[in-house]
């Protein structure tokens, strides 16, 4: 079964104090996995997408990573303004859907 | 126009009523989603179209009805609602297949009486 886990389920940040998020996963083929950040009440907005393993993709503070099992975000001298809900989610080779993680609950404290 | 936009931001619904929510994009993409998405947990799809046909549908109760009228455009009808379906409804959008990454909406926030 196509299964997506993040960890931590909540993380709470110093400012400058930077880490990483967690994202495992089994599916019978991954097409894509993609992050996205989420603010309350409104859409997720789109990250990034990786496709194979050692694929790696930066964007500001930002740099998510692939293996074969797992993904990370990680996170250089978070400001609070990334506070913020991530969302993982993956596309299996064997359809179209998205399967998203339960998410982890960012934040960054002045 | 790099944006999905979603109408009425909120909507209050009797238990009786019918309403619809509308969904659209002029990104050119060919595949459009309705996703519900309760608090603190990650948006479940309920329906995917795939070139304005409806490709996946899982299984949603009938009192929700999807439709895609044309490539842009994507409603959500929805009659004889329960309490427990008061949620933020989520469209998105991919390129040229349901291969790419997905564009959202910013939702609809639904409360049913």
């Known amino acids: 079964e196509d299964q997506v886990t993040q960890s931590p389920e909540a993380l709470r940040l110093q400012e400058g104090e930077s880490s990483s998020l967690n994202c495992s996963y089994t599916v019978s083929g991954l097409r894509g996995l993609f992050w996205y950040r989420q603010d309350p009440g409104k859409g997720p907005e789109f990250l990034f997408t990786l496709y194979s393993a050692g694929e790696e993709k930066e964007k500001e503070r930002l740099k998510a990573t692939l293996t074969k099992k797992e993904s990370f975000l990680h996170i250089t001298a978070p400001k609070p303004e990334d506070s913020a809900t991530y969302l993982c989610a993956v596309q299996a080779a064997s359809g179209n859907q998205f399967y998203f993680g339960t998410g982890t609950s960012l934040t960054v404290i002045p | 126009d790099t944006e999905v936009t979603q109408t009425p931001k909120h909507l209050v619904m009797g238990m009786t009523n019918k309403k619809s929510l509308k969904c659209e994009q002029h990104m050119g993409h060919r595949a459009m989603y309705w996703y519900k998405q309760k608090a603190k947990k990650p948006p479940e799809l309920m329906f995917v179209?795939?070139?304005?046909?409806?490709?996946i549908n899982e299984s949603v109760p009938s009192r929700f009805s999807p439709e895609c009228p044309n490539s842009s455009l994507l409603n959500l009808h929805l009659h004889a609602l329960q309490p427990e379906d008061s949620a933020l409804y989520l469209c998105?959008?991919?390129?040229?297949?349901?291969?790419?990454?997905?564009?959202f909406g910013p939702g609809t926030r639904l409360t049913v009486l």
């Open positions: 998105a959008s991919s390129g040229t297949s349901t291969l790419d990454e997905q564009f």
């Open positions: 179209y795939s070139y304005e046909k409806l490709s």
